[in-house]
C-alpha cells in the first residue's frame, strides 16, 4: 500500500502585526500588543514561516494539518491576513486546520471567524453552514478528527477548553464511526497534559477518558512551541501525542526553532505503521543563513 502523508505544522503567529486602533486595544489586547512590540516580533517571523511552507511543499504532502494560532491579538485584520496565508498553504480541500487561544484572544465575531470556515468544515458540513466542532475529515486512508480548545481567557492565562457540549459531541461521533477501518488522527491545540496551569487543557482528564473508550491512533498539537511525544492510554495500547514548535519562530530561550512534522502512514497486513520525520531550522543558525533540513526520524506505530 502506498504511504499517505500528513504534514503537521502549528502556531506560525503571522507577522507583521496589522497596525491596531486605539479601541480595540481594551483589556486583554493592550497586553498583548506591548508583549508584541517588546520582544515578540523578534522571534515570529514571516519569512521563517514562508521557507517552512516552501519546504513542505517540496514535499508534496497529501495533506496538511494546522493545529491553531494562526493570529496574535485576534484583531480583525489579522484574520484577513491570515486567510490569504491559508490560501498560500493551500486549498480547503487539502488543508485541515483547528484554532488556537490566541485566534480566540478576545471575544470576535463569527464574521471574522468565518473567513476560515472552509478550513475548518467537516465533509458532511453544507457551504455557508456555521462552524461546528468537533468536526470529521476523511482523507485517503485517514479520518481526520477536529476538535477546538479555543476560547478567550483572562490576562495572563492560555488555558483551553472543550466543554461538556463538544465531549458529548465527540463521544456521538465516536460511536458513528466505531467500524470505520481508516488511521484516526485527532487535531487539537493545546496538548493533553501540561505543567503550567496557566496553559493546560482544564477538561483534558474527560477527553482522555473519551481516549481510553475509543480508538485514537495519533493526537497531534501545538501551543507550548516545542518538539513534545507524549503517550495516552487507548483501548487497543498506547497513542502517541505530538507537539511541534512555533512555524515562525527563531530559537530563543528553552523554544527551538521553527519545524514541522511529517508522518507516513501506511497499512500493513492488520497493523498501521506510521514514521514521524521532523524537519525544521537547526536552532543554531539564523534563518538568514539556514535551510529547513530533516532533524529527526521516528517509527511511533
Same mark, same amino acid.
Given at each position: 500500500?502506498?504511504?499517505?502523508?500528513?504534514?503537521?505544522?502549528?502556531?506560525?503567529?503571522?507577522?507583521?502585526?496589522?497596525?491596531?486602533?486605539?479601541?480595540?486595544?481594551?483589556?486583554?489586547?493592550?497586553?498583548?500588543?506591548?508583549?508584541?512590540?517588546?520582544?515578540?516580533?523578534?522571534?515570529?517571523?514571516?519569512?521563517?514561516?514562508?521557507?517552512?511552507?516552501?519546504?513542505?511543499?517540496?514535499?508534496?504532502?497529501?495533506?496538511?494539518?494546522?493545529?491553531?494560532?494562526?493570529?496574535?491579538?485576534?484583531?480583525?485584520?489579522?484574520?484577513?491576513?491570515?486567510?490569504?496565508?491559508?490560501?498560500?498553504?493551500?486549498?480547503?480541500?487539502?488543508?485541515?486546520?483547528?484554532?488556537?487561544?490566541?485566534?480566540?484572544?478576545?471575544?470576535?465575531?463569527?464574521?471574522?471567524?468565518?473567513?476560515?470556515?472552509?478550513?475548518?468544515?467537516?465533509?458532511?458540513?453544507?457551504?455557508?453552514?456555521?462552524?461546528?466542532?468537533?468536526?470529521?475529515?476523511?482523507?485517503?486512508?485517514?479520518?481526520?478528527?477536529?476538535?477546538?480548545?479555543?476560547?478567550?481567557?483572562?490576562?495572563?492565562?492560555?488555558?483551553?477548553?472543550?466543554?461538556?457540549?463538544?465531549?458529548?459531541?465527540?463521544?456521538?461521533?465516536?460511536?458513528?464511526?466505531?467500524?470505520? &477501518? $481508516?488511521? /484516526? +488522527?485527532?487535531? *487539537?491545540?493545546? @496538548?493533553?497534559? %501540561?505543567?503550567?496551569? =496557566?496553559?493546560?487543557?482544564?477538561? #483534558?482528564?474527560?477527553?482522555?477518558?473519551?481516549?481510553?473508550?475509543?480508538?485514537?491512533?495519533?493526537?497531534?498539537?501545538?501551543?507550548?512551541?516545542?518538539?513534545?511525544?507524549?503517550?495516552?492510554?487507548? &483501548? $487497543?495500547? /498506547? +497513542?502517541?501525542? *505530538?507537539?511541534? @514548535?512555533?512555524? %515562525?519562530?527563531?530559537? =530563543?530561550?528553552?523554544?527551538?526553532? #521553527?519545524?514541522?512534522?511529517?508522518?507516513?502512514?501506511?497499512?500493513?497486513?492488520?497493523?498501521?505503521?506510521?514514521?514521524?520525520?521532523?524537519?525544521?531550522?537547526?536552532?543554531?543558525?539564523?534563518?538568514?543563513?539556514?535551510?529547513?533540513?530533516?532533524?529527526?526520524?521516528?517509527?511511533?506505530?
Amino acid at each position: 500500500m502506498t504511504a499517505f502523508t500528513l504534514a503537521h505544522l502549528s502556531d506560525p503567529h503571522l507577522a507583521p502585526l496589522p497596525r491596531p486602533r486605539l479601541h480595540e486595544l481594551a483589556g486583554k489586547r493592550m497586553l498583548g500588543y506591548v508583549n508584541w512590540k517588546r520582544y515578540r516580533y523578534k522571534i515570529h517571523r514571516r519569512d521563517i514561516a514562508d521557507a517552512l511552507v516552501a519546504d513542505i511543499k517540496m514535499r508534496s504532502p497529501d495533506h496538511i494539518a494546522i493545529t491553531g494560532d494562526l493570529i496574535n491579538l485576534a484583531l480583525p485584520d489579522e484574520f484577513t491576513q491570515a486567510r490569504a496565508w491559508l490560501e498560500s498553504v493551500g486549498t480547503p480541500a487539502d488543508v485541515t486546520l483547528v484554532p488556537g487561544n490566541h485566534d480566540a484572544y478576545v471575544r470576535v465575531t463569527s464574521k471574522q471567524t468565518s473567513q476560515w470556515a472552509e478550513y475548518m468544515h467537516g465533509d458532511s458540513a453544507r457551504a455557508g453552514a456555521p462552524l461546528s466542532f468537533p468536526f470529521l475529515r476523511r482523507r485517503g486512508p485517514l479520518t481526520l478528527i477536529g476538535v477546538s480548545s479555543a476560547v478567550p481567557t483572562a490576562p495572563f492565562m492560555a488555558t483551553g477548553r472543550l466543554g461538556p457540549n463538544q465531549l458529548d459531541m465527540l463521544e456521538q461521533g465516536f460511536s458513528q464511526i466505531a467500524d470505520d &477501518p $481508516n488511521f /484516526r +488522527v485527532l487535531l *487539537i491545540h493545546h @496538548p493533553l497534559s %501540561s505543567k503550567a496551569s =496557566y496553559k493546560r487543557l482544564t477538561d #483534558a482528564d474527560a477527553l482522555l477518558a473519551l481516549i481510553k473508550r475509543h480508538r485514537v491512533d495519533l493526537i497531534l498539537h501545538g501551543h507550548d512551541h516545542i518538539h513534545s511525544t507524549m503517550w495516552f492510554e487507548g &483501548p $487497543n495500547g /498506547r +497513542v502517541p501525542a *505530538i507537539g511541534v @514548535p512555533s512555524a %515562525s519562530a527563531t530559537a =530563543y530561550l528553552q523554544y527551538p526553532a #521553527a519545524a514541522y512534522n511529517l508522518f507516513s502512514i501506511t497499512r500493513e497486513d492488520d497493523a498501521w505503521r506510521c514514521e514521524q520525520r521532523v524537519r525544521g531550522f537547526a536552532d543554531g543558525g539564523a534563518a538568514e543563513r539556514a535551510e529547513v533540513t530533516e532533524l529527526q526520524r521516528i517509527q511511533l506505530i
